[in-house]
């Protein structure tokens, strides 16, 4: 961590609290909210818990907060179009009432009605979202996320564009994690609408590549929150895992560690979890050189659930505390480079 407009603070999603082995595979069953606050506190690796309280547990988590002396930040919630918007606006009221300053927003890509946003609706509902949230001291930060409108990386500038335009700044939540398990993946290509610009080179989506969508969007200056998961370019499905309809699910979580034989059902390659390091040290590069970085939260997201960690034998609370510490040593590395100047933004 660094002193004034350059520090920021480091977390871990509440989804990821959780200590599974081999005999105890990860499922949706949470520890209480006192131990995933005594674990994330205990690590002596983050500033924060991510995750939303909600009104029938609130008091357990104001409890858990004085008692361990450990904040709520950069929690994330799901939000339905045409359904949502009261539980979107009494989320934001949670958020102030704990001493949130960052709520992360995922919104599908289709409206409750089942016709799909157009960049204008989104547009509404983001500054409608800022409006209300500022006025209550909360910052809404919009996430990149399979299944929702961004998932169509190339809106997300266009929608940034015109949020500016009306003088409001776009803050963006940049999880690399879902452009990352699409490298090489044409049918994941085909779904956010770039395989046609990816196979002309027209748009690039390796972070290794100058000018990739990572340094387009840390270069527009919208990047306001991070969040950490090592996936895999091209990563398979998570076979030890279905969705609540039985349909296949997505692989778009990659051990950060070597998994021990069985805690894991596929070969693991530690080349594969580059292009995800490599988006932190971009991110931390561009922080250290640009006067315009505006971020301010990195969370591990390291999680359960079907298409990340759910039936898998590594503990989970393990993976994010590794992540933390890999967040923690390049920031310290990037700042020896960037003091002997030899740090290339």
């Not at 979580?253 to 034989?261: A, E, F, G, M, N």
């Not at 971009?282 to 939260?297: D, N």
Request: proline share 5%; aromatic share 10%.
């Amino acid at each position: 961590m660094v002193s004034g407009d350059k520090s920021f603070s480091i977390g871990c999603s509440g989804r990821g609290v959780r200590s599974s082995s081999r005999d105890n595979p990860i499922t949706m069953v949470e520890h209480s909210i006192d131990q995933q606050f005594r674990m994330v506190k205990e690590s002596g690796v983050f500033d924060y818990i991510a995750r939303l309280p909600s009104r029938s547990n609130l008091g357990e988590y104001q409890t858990a907060m004085h008692k361990y002396d450990l904040r709520v930040e950069q929690p994330t919630w799901y939000y339905l179009l045409g359904r949502d918007e009261a539980l979107l606006l009494d989320n934001l009221l949670i958020c102030r009432e704990v001493g949130v300053k960052h709520h992360n927003i995922m919104t599908f890509t289709h409206h409750a009605d089942g016709h799909a946003l157009t960049d204008g609706e989104v547009v509404d509902h983001y500054l409608k979202t800022y409006d209300f949230g500022m006025s209550h001291g909360v910052e809404p930060s919009f996430e990149v996320h399979v299944n929702m409108w961004t998932e169509q990386f190339k809106r997300v500038l266009q929608v940034a564009k015109q949020v500016r335009s009306r003088g409001v700044p776009f803050n963006f939540t940049m999880d690399y994690s879902h452009v990352n398990f699409k490298i090489g993946n044409d049918v994941e290509l085909e779904l956010s609408g770039i395989r046609a610009d990816v196979e002309s080179g027209q748009l690039l989506i390796d972070p290794f590549e100058a000018d990739s969508l990572c340094d387009q969007w840390l270069g527009d200056g919208i990047v306001r929150l991070v969040q950490f998961r090592t996936a895999a370019p091209n990563q398979g499905p998570n076979i030890w895992s279905r969705n609540e309809d039985g349909s296949p699910t997505r692989g778009i979580q990659y051990p950060i560690t070597r998994p021990l034989p069985g805690e894991w059902h596929s070969p693991w390659h530690a080349y594969l979890l580059e292009p995800s390091k490599h988006v932190i040290r971009k991110t931390l590069a561009h922080h250290l050189h640009e006067e315009s970085s505006r971020l301010r939260c990195i969370t591990t997201e390291m999680i359960d659930m079907p298409d990340y960690g759910m039936g898998a034998r590594y503990n989970l609370f393990e993976q994010n505390v590794e992540a933390a510490k890999f967040i923690r040593k390049t920031w310290q590395q990037s700042c020896a480079l960037h003091l002997a100047g030899l740090l290339e933004p």
